[in-house]
């Protein structure tokens, strides 16, 4: 069992930053990736970004390249999502979750249906 908690969410004017944490707990972490999702009001769970907590290998979606970056401190067990230049359409429930890995390089850290345990979720609103 692992669990996941996230925080860090809030209101944002667009243009600003935002970094949200999630902090792991329960098994061993060194064989799980870390994701990050978000879902917005009506669309469908989205893949950012995912980050593997033994050899730090990183995982991005093409739309989220050069705005977020995700990170980790191993000694806190806390993942991190840094969100600069924030626009409306990031207005999100954003969630982190915790996928068993397998297989090296590890496989399918971009599809959510792979990801075993989920936080609560975080809410992020960017006004304009």
């Known amino acids: 069992q692992v669990q996941v908690v996230e925080s860090g969410g809030g209101l944002v004017q667009a243009g600003g930053s935002l970094r949200l944490s999630c902090v792991a707990s329960?098994?061993?972490?060194?064989?799980?990736?870390m994701g990050w999702f978000r879902q917005a009001p009506g669309k469908e769970r989205e893949f950012l970004t995912a980050?593997?907590?033994?050899?730090?290998?990183?995982y991005y979606a093409n739309s989220v390249k050069g705005r977020f970056t995700i990170s980790r401190d191993n000694a806190k067990n806390t993942v991190y999502l840094q969100i600069n230049s924030l626009k409306p359409e990031d207005t999100a429930v954003y969630y982190c979750?915790?996928?068993?890995?397998?297989?090296?390089?590890?496989?399918?850290?971009?599809?959510?249906?792979?990801?075993?345990?989920w936080g609560q979720g975080t809410q992020v609103t960017v006004s304009s």
């Open positions: 979750a915790a996928k068993l890995i397998t297989t090296a390089p590890a496989m399918g850290v971009t599809n959510g249906f792979t990801y075993d345990y």
């Open positions: 329960g098994r061993t972490l060194s064989s799980y990736a």
């Open positions: 980050i593997t907590w033994n050899d730090g290998r990183t």
